[in-house]
T-cell receptor
């Protein structure tokens, strides 16, 4: 058990809808990362927050947004969903924000857009 | 641009065989970190090893060993005497330094699916 908790584990929704994925980092970790895993794109970095502030941004669509709250949990909001958004979304956490950080991953949220 | 290439998409071996998973990376950074993660069928990514760019010593952990060669930009992973429980997708990753702003962001390779048959 990595100590990173993601909810829900599975999410089925329709095109055009909006969903929220939640992540609780390991106790004491200040950084939260979101990754998208799909068959064609592999593991793609979306965004990182460190102690409540956005630290790095990857190939995150404008329809997607995230935030990290004062208690350090994070939410990833996906709106105007399309079929192509179906993927496994991982949250990871690390203690800090250096290039040597060891990331601990949650078990992911499997999103299916029908 | 930073990039990680795992040329082997799928490997199938019989239990007790040794297997090497290849990883080649590209970076302009002089200081960087390389990682291997395992994704078993349950789906969660599990950290295996972290290696910094200044430490080219090979590392062994039980049946696992890693060979880091800066000259060829490779960080290969060998499983000795493979077992069925080693069946998983294995990812090599490179940390990325973004200008003056350090992040823990990882660039992942496409992964190698290892199937170990009994």
């Amino acid at each position: 058990d990595s100590g990173v908790t993601q909810t829900p584990k599975h999410l089925i929704t329709a095109t055009g809808q909006r969903v929220t994925l939640r992540c609780s980092p390991r106790s004491g970790d200040l950084s939260v990362y979101w990754y998208q895993q799909s068959l064609d794109q592999g593991l793609q970095f979306l965004i990182q927050y460190y102690n409540g502030e956005e630290r790095a941004k990857g190939n995150i669509l404008e329809r997607f947004s995230a935030q990290q709250f004062p208690d350090l949990h994070s939410e990833l909001n996906l709106s105007s969903l399309e079929l192509g958004d179906s993927a496994l979304y991982f949250c990871a956490s690390s203690a800090g924000t250096g290039t040597n950080e060891k990331l601990f991953f949650g078990s992911g949220t499997q999103l299916s857009v029908l | 641009a930073q990039k990680v290439t795992q040329a082997q998409t799928e490997i199938s071996v019989v239990e007790k065989e040794d297997v090497t998973l290849d990883c080649v990376y590209e970076t302009r950074d002089t200081t960087y970190y390389l990682f291997w993660y395992k994704q078993p069928p349950s789906g969660e990514l599990v950290f295996l090893i972290r290696r910094n760019s200044f430490d080219e010593q090979n590392e062994i952990s039980g049946r696992y060993s890693w060979n880091f060669q800066k000259s060829t930009s490779s960080f290969n992973f060998t499983i000795t005497a493979s077992q069925v429980v080693d069946s998983a997708v294995y990812f090599c990753a490179l940390s990325e330094a973004t200008g003056s702003s350090n992040t823990g962001k990882l660039i992942f390779g496409q992964g190698t699916t290892l199937q170990v048959k009994p």
